[in-house]
């Protein structure tokens, strides 16, 4: 007999016009504590080993109710359930819950979880797809060992966000008139394993929740061979909203830039921006992106590479995509994150990175907030 009862995850995941993306896991439940400042690493590494080694039920059989409509759904050999569902009956903009709930013979009934799913208002301007780490969250993948210290030896509350960027995030969910609510969507090859991390990290730093869609972790496989699920679940996202644009956030240092030319070409006139975080420090790579730019602009998008939160957010105010009133609030944030305000603790235990050349490659769209 397992020595840990079986209990269900629930995920956030997103809902187009007829249909409802549902996301969870079945697994062994972990009795991890909440995340702390207070938490050294050697608790940390203790959950993080937890969350690796947790056992996964293969193909649990799970019944997911929306407004008191049923669906039977089955997990995948991993226990992960992902499956479109009828969309909630009358389900108005904003999030709706999914009771999620085990049925499986195999283990005892009755384990429960709530996943969420979100409906984008009808005024959503444009959404946006992001990328995480190296993105919105400092994790350092370029370099293996370092990018392993921070998932194993930090938590949600030491890790650190990029300057300004949670600022930056509330402004394009605002859009320009302050009250768009336009969607932002997390893809990440971040593994489902540490998803609680993530989730608590967005709300720790006041960063706006959407939908997040990670992918299964394998330990045998070093984080920058792994292959892309961006390229498949990037589509799907612009294929559920086919009357929406989008701006895409990600970063160099792994193949952001690569992933979303491919984006730009096959959905022509959908991508208003591709914005890129320069986090290497290599000329070759910084040259790569600058080709892949032009490439960009040939498709009829632009492509901005930067360090700063406040370069881009100050090219996405100028295309009317945020207010201009919102940079004050970015800058003031860039500030406090960097540690020149007293507004924000710093968070211990973790090393600066050094700092890279700002290079913004842009033309003369028209700020007119659409797609030429």
């Known amino acids: 007999m397992d020595r840990d009862p079986y209990g269900i995850v629930g995920y956030r995941g997103y809902a187009a016009a007829d249909r409802a993306l549902v996301l969870g896991r079945v697994l062994q439940e972990q009795g991890i504590a909440p995340a702390d400042l207070a938490h050294g690493r050697w608790r940390n590494l203790l959950h993080a080993l937890r969350r690796l080694e947790s056992d996964p039920l293969p193909f649990a059989r799970v019944r997911a109710t929306a407004a008191g409509a049923a669906t039977e759904l089955t997990a995948d050999d991993e226990g992960f359930v992902r499956a479109w569902v009828p969309r909630p009956p009358a389900g108005g903009p904003g999030w709706h819950p999914i009771e999620l709930e085990l049925v499986d013979e195999r283990r005892k009934p009755g384990a429960r979880a709530e996943a969420q799913i979100l409906i984008p208002p009808p005024g959503a301007r444009f959404g946006v797809v992001s990328d995480m780490d190296d993105t919105v969250i400092q994790s350092e993948v370029t370099d293996f060992v370092r990018a392993a210290r921070l998932v194993l030896m930090e938590n949600a509350r030491t890790r650190l966000p990029f300057h300004g960027v949670a600022a930056f995030y509330r402004a394009l969910e605002l859009g320009i008139g302050g009250a768009e609510a336009n969607p932002i969507f997390y893809v990440s090859n971040s593994p489902w394993n540490i998803y609680d991390v993530i989730e608590d990290f967005l709300a720790a730093q006041g960063i706006p929740a959407g939908p997040l869609l990670l992918r299964d972790w394998d330990l045998g496989v070093p984080l920058r061979r792994r292959p892309q699920h961006k390229a498949t679940a990037i589509p799907e996202i612009l294929a559920a909203y086919p009357g929406l644009p989008f701006i895409l956030v990600g970063d160099s240092g ?95 235990g973790v090393e600066p990175s050094a700092a890279v050349p700002t290079v913004v490659v842009e033309d003369d769209l028209p700020p007119d907030g659409a797609s030429p």
Do not use: F, M
């Open 254 to 348: 792994q193949e952001d830039p690569e992933i979303y030319r491919a984006v730009v070409g096959a959905h022509p006139g959908r991508i208003l921006a591709v914005y890129i975080r320069n986090v290497t420090r290599h000329p070759e790579r910084h040259a790569a992106v600058r080709r892949l730019a032009e490439e960009v602009l040939a498709a009829g998008s632009i492509l901005v590479l930067a360090d700063d939160t406040l370069a881009v957010a100050r090219h996405a105010a100028e295309h009317g995509w945020i207010a201009t009133s919102a940079l004050a609030d970015i800058g003031e944030e860039k500030r406090a994150d960097e540690g020149t305000t007293e507004a924000k603790v710093p968070a211990p």
